[in-house]
């Protein structure tokens, strides 16, 4: 059974970085793409960004320009780095992936963004 570990959030101010990670483990494969969502108190899910076995990366307007998303696939590992944080990004971050034909999600971490 793949089971997807985020870590990395926690409170931050204004203008600060984290670095968000997200580990898959109980799986032989490497999984396709992979993927960070968030879900703010209220709103619907919405994609962060992607990353493709072959790391090529898609970015949400949201994020774009300050947003980094990385893989280590020798670790199964997708990374987000966040910088230029704003209170708006206050959510709790989810990691997705698919092992094709599957899709799986992380537990989810929260970042708080806030003086």
């Known amino acids: 059974q793949v089971q997807l570990v985020e870590s990395g959030g926690g409170l931050v101010q204004p203008g600060g970085s984290l670095r968000l990670s997200c580990a898959a483990s109980?799986?032989?494969?490497?999984?396709?793409?992979m993927a960070w969502y968030r879900q703010a108190p209220g709103k619907q899910r919405e994609l962060v960004a992607t990353?493709?076995?072959?790391?090529?990366?898609t970015y949400a307007d949201s994020g774009r320009g300050r947003f980094t998303i990385s893989r280590d696939n020798a670790k199964n590992t997708v990374y987000l780095q966040m910088n230029s944080l704003k209170p708006e990004d206050t959510a709790v971050y989810y990691c997705?992936?698919?092992?094709?034909?599957?899709?799986?999600w992380g537990q989810g971490t929260q970042v708080t963004v806030s003086s």
């Open positions: 990353i493709t076995s072959g790391d090529a990366t």
């Open positions: 997705n992936a698919e092992f094709w034909p599957w899709n799986y």
């Open positions: 109980g799986s032989t494969r490497s999984p396709n793409h």
